[in-house]
């Protein structure tokens, strides 16, 4: 009885998307890497910056759970995260922090775990409250938490485009190959986005993602694009000390140039023939995997 009413309440909500999906939708970006230490949470932080100066409104969803790091390094510090909105403590317009250049954070923390346990009232208001936000913001982007656990494919599962980030380190490169092979054989994730973080060249960004798509390509059925590089900068780790975005305090570093270009890059990504990162399939989907992990528990 309970697993049918939830599956209703699935209907009802893929009904509400498509009724609002004959509309554009706002584009969601996971940035995923297959190990820690790449640098992946300065890209999101840095990404979200250079695309406010472009004039797109961010989101960032802080997905790391258990190990948030956008707070620190942009200087904020969430009194609230999603939880308190899913047990209705707290409206999501009140827990969203407002970091430099105006981008928006929403900290999951524990949050999403508790999410197939909501009734239907409680979805349909937060999906109405994401409404709400969807109209304020052009994308968001998602930082996940490296490697590959089940919340690291849900957040890359539910996401239109996936970044891997990977540095030039063979077990980087090692790591980044194992992500993508399990979101293709595992889940039928055909398409990936690849960016070298920390890169000493453009000439060795380049070999990377020659090695790295040279394999992929010839053992899965996946394609691979090459969103560019960011180049080795010691004014990084000096923002990071200011817990301020490197595009923020040296605008003309390279690295900062870099992250300009990342950011022109992203926002001319097309949309997929077949969009699947919307905000409403967002939570609607990612709602759907915790109800299937849950009834599988059974």
Same mark, same amino acid.
């Given at each position: 009885?309970?697993?049918?009413?939830?599956?209703?309440?699935?209907?009802?909500?893929?009904?509400?998307?498509?009724?609002?999906?004959?509309?554009?939708?706002?584009?969601?970006?996971?940035?995923?890497?297959?190990?820690?230490?790449?640098?992946?949470?300065?890209?999101?932080?840095?990404?979200?910056?250079?695309?406010?100066?472009?004039?797109?409104?961010?989101?960032?969803?802080?997905?790391?759970?258990?190990?948030?790091?956008?707070?620190?390094?942009?200087?904020?510090?969430?009194?609230?995260? *999603? %939880?308190?909105? $899913?047990?209705?403590? @707290?409206?999501?317009?009140?827990?969203?922090?407002?970091? #430099?250049?105006?981008? +928006?954070?929403?900290?999951?923390?524990?949050?999403?775990?508790?999410?197939?346990?909501?009734?239907?009232?409680?979805?349909?208001?937060?999906?109405?409250?994401?409404?709400?936000?969807?109209?304020?913001?052009?994308?968001?982007?998602?930082?996940?938490?490296?490697?590959?656990?089940?919340?690291?494919?849900?957040?890359?599962?539910?996401?239109?485009?996936?970044?891997?980030?990977?540095?030039?380190?063979?077990?980087?490169?090692?790591?980044?190959?194992?992500?993508?092979?399990?979101?293709?054989?595992?889940?039928?994730?055909?398409?990936?986005?690849?960016?070298?973080?920390?890169?000493?060249?453009?000439?060795?960004?380049?070999?990377?993602?020659?090695?790295?798509?040279?394999?992929?390509?010839?053992?899965?059925?996946?394609?691979?694009?090459? *969103? %560019?590089?960011? $180049?080795?900068?010691? @004014?990084?780790?000096?923002?990071?000390?200011?817990?301020? #975005?490197?595009?923020? +305090?040296?605008?003309?570093?390279?690295?900062?140039?870099?992250?300009?270009?990342?950011?022109?890059?992203?926002?001319?990504?097309?949309?997929?023939?077949?969009?699947?990162?919307?905000?409403?399939?967002?939570?609607?989907?990612?709602?759907?995997?915790?109800?299937?992990?849950?009834?599988?528990?059974?």
């Amino acid at each position: 009885m309970e697993e049918a009413r939830d599956m209703d309440q699935a209907g009802t909500l893929r009904e509400m998307t498509r009724k609002k999906g004959n509309g554009s939708h706002r584009k969601v970006i996971s940035i995923t890497s297959g190990k820690g230490g790449v640098g992946k949470t300065n890209v999101v932080v840095n990404l979200a910056f250079a695309l406010t100066r472009l004039g797109k409104r961010v989101l960032v969803l802080d997905a790391d759970l258990g190990l948030a790091n956008i707070d620190v390094l942009l200087g904020v510090k969430p009194q609230y995260h *999603l %939880g308190h909105v $899913l047990t209705g403590q @707290k409206l999501l317009s009140e827990i969203i922090l407002e970091g #430099p250049g105006g981008i +928006l954070i929403l900290p999951a923390s524990s949050g999403i775990e508790e999410f197939s346990s909501l009734d239907e009232t409680q979805r349909l208001q937060l999906l109405a409250q994401m409404d709400l936000m969807e109209e304020q913001i052009d994308l968001m982007l998602i930082d996940t938490a490296p490697g590959i656990s089940p919340n690291v494919v849900y957040f890359n599962l539910v996401a239109e485009e996936i970044v891997v980030v990977s540095s030039p380190e063979p077990t980087s490169i090692i790591d980044a190959y194992a992500l993508i092979k399990v979101l293709s054989l595992n889940y039928s994730e055909k398409h990936f986005n690849l960016l070298v973080n920390v890169a000493s060249s453009a000439q060795e960004a380049q070999e990377v993602f020659r090695n790295l798509t040279t394999v992929a390509e010839r053992f899965m059925d996946v394609s691979i694009d090459y *969103l %560019g590089y960011i $180049l080795k900068d010691d @004014k990084v780790p000096k923002a990071v000390r200011q817990q301020r #975005p490197v595009t923020e +305090l040296y605008p003309d570093s390279l690295a900062s140039r870099c992250f300009m270009d990342l950011a022109r890059k992203v926002s001319l990504l097309p949309d997929r023939p077949q969009p699947k990162g919307g905000i409403q399939f967002f939570w609607r989907h990612l709602w759907e995997e915790r109800l299937r992990a849950k009834v599988g528990a059974k």
